[in-house]
């Protein structure tokens, strides 16, 4: 008799907790399956924003080192678009980074470039390489034209056979 009773308290703490965990999970999935931050989400939300070069598929850079004023006069123009899919207005950065470090590199405080036109800038200079910012309305485009070039001032005999490999990357928030 006493086990018969102790059996039962067993089963029924057995059986409640075995509830309880189905409950939780149940409820849990719930939650998660209509959350508004799911990964689905995330990954939505960062490919809304899309880059593109408007006449070809290559980054173009000047040649060979150039002054502030003849760079902008001169170096190639790269015509990029950057579209918003997303059905509200965003803020974004525009990204201008090195793709490879190494000593066969020129560092990026001897490379100029300009957005539309605007006054160059010093690469290096730039905060996380961040050389744009802006803001686009909701299924917009923005159409932005930058050079870059290497800074004849301040190349050096050192630099001689190095290169320097760029690359755009957009950024929302």
């Known amino acids: 008799m006493e086990i018969n009773k102790l ?18 999970t149940i409820t849990s999935s719930y939650a998660l399956a209509n959350n508004d931050i799911t990964k689905t989400d995330i990954q939505e939300n960062t490919n809304k924003l899309t880059f593109k070069y408007e006449n070809s598929n290559d980054l173009k850079t000047g040649a060979y080192p150039m002054t502030k004023e003849l ?19 965003t803020d974004f950065s525009l990204m201008l980074y090195p793709t490879d470090i190494s000593d066969r ?3 990026t405080d ?50 001689q056979g190095k290169s320097l490999n760029l690359d755009f990357k957009v950024l929302n928030y």
Do not use: C, H, M
Request: aromatic share 6%.
């Open 7 to 24: 059996i039962r308290k067993r089963l029924l703490v057995f059986t409640s907790t075995l509830l309880i965990i189905v409950i939780l």
């Open 71 to 89: 760079g902008l006069e001169k170096a190639p123009v790269n015509k990029v678009i950057i579209t918003n899919k997303d059905k509200k207005s």
């Open 105 to 107: 590199t020129i560092k």
């Open 110 to 159: 001897k490379v100029y470039y300009s957005v539309n036109g605007d006054t160059p800038k010093i690469l290096g200079d730039s905060v996380d390489y961040v050389i744009y910012r802006g803001n686009i309305n909701a299924n917009d485009k923005e159409k932005l034209t930058i050079q870059i070039w290497i800074s004849g001032e301040r190349v050096e005999n050192e630099d």
